[in-house]
């Protein structure tokens, strides 16, 4: 089954250190989403992308996020200067190309950003 | 904006005892989807349902929507212990964003 693949697992940073998030989604869709799950709590969306560009964003994806495809199959979330409140689950999600958000994402496993 | 209330919280049951979860949102919805995320993993998509009324089966799992698109349950028949994680819905607005909305979730433990 298709899978949504996210670099690395588990990255420790100093704070305000520069962090950059991979995600390769799954080949043929074309919405990709970025999510993060603080420890315990729920699922929070940061931004939407389609058609490369973002879609939607959340107050949470502030000017220190950014996104990025720089090639096919690559998909980047880069915070430029971590917080230590950015510690956290973020999990890259994709959904079918055709049916488009309204449809059952694809998440991948995520990546535990840790800022000390 | 938009809020998902999810509950309980948590839940523990007994192994073959039933279990619910209810969804409410604070706005209509277009659609809503069910992901259960097991201990240390990821949401994986469960179900969607879109039409008012709609209830759907999984072999033991039963999902519903609401008739007025702001409220859906999940209920599980005879748990098991592989049913053990966490139950999330998540919604997308009837109007504007296409933004999904998860709710809280419900953590489900279920005692052998």
């Known amino acids: 089954e298709p899978e949504v693949t996210q670099t690395p697992s588990h990255q420790v940073t100093q704070m305000g250190q520069e962090v950059i998030l991979r995600c390769v989604p799954i080949?043929?869709?074309?919405?990709f989403y970025w999510y993060r799950q603080i420890l315990g709590q729920k699922v929070e969306f940061l931004v939407s992308f389609y058609n490369n560009e973002i879609s939607e964003k959340s107050e949470i994806f502030d000017d220190q996020f950014s996104v990025e495809r720089p090639d096919g199959s690559n998909f980047t979330l880069k915070i430029r200067s971590t917080k230590l409140e950015d510690s956290a689950m973020y999990f890259c999600a994709s959904t079918d190309g055709w049916a488009g958000p309204n449809y059952g994402y694809t998440f991948g496993s995520g990546t535990r950003l840790t800022v000390v | 904006g938009q809020q998902v209330m999810q509950i309980p919280q948590y839940q523990h049951v007994q192994e073959g005892e039933d279990f619910t979860t209810y969804c409410n949102s604070s706005?209509?919805?277009?659609?809503i989807q069910w992901y259960k995320q097991r201990p240390g993993g990821h949401p994986v998509f469960l179900i969607q349902?879109?039409?008012?009324?709609e209830v759907k089966k999984q072999k033991r799992l039963t999902f519903q929507f609401g008739e007025a698109k702001k409220n859906s349950s999940l209920h599980i028949t005879a748990t098991q212990t592989t049913d053990v994680g966490t139950y999330f819905c998540?919604?997308?607005?009837?109007?504007?964003?296409?933004?999904?909305?998860f709710g809280k979730g419900t953590k489900l433990s279920v005692i052998p």
């Open positions: 349902l879109v039409k008012s009324g």
């Open positions: 998540a919604g997308i607005r009837a109007t504007g964003s296409y933004q999904l909305t």
């Open positions: 080949s043929n869709h074309l919405y």
């Open positions: 706005t209509t919805l277009s659609n």
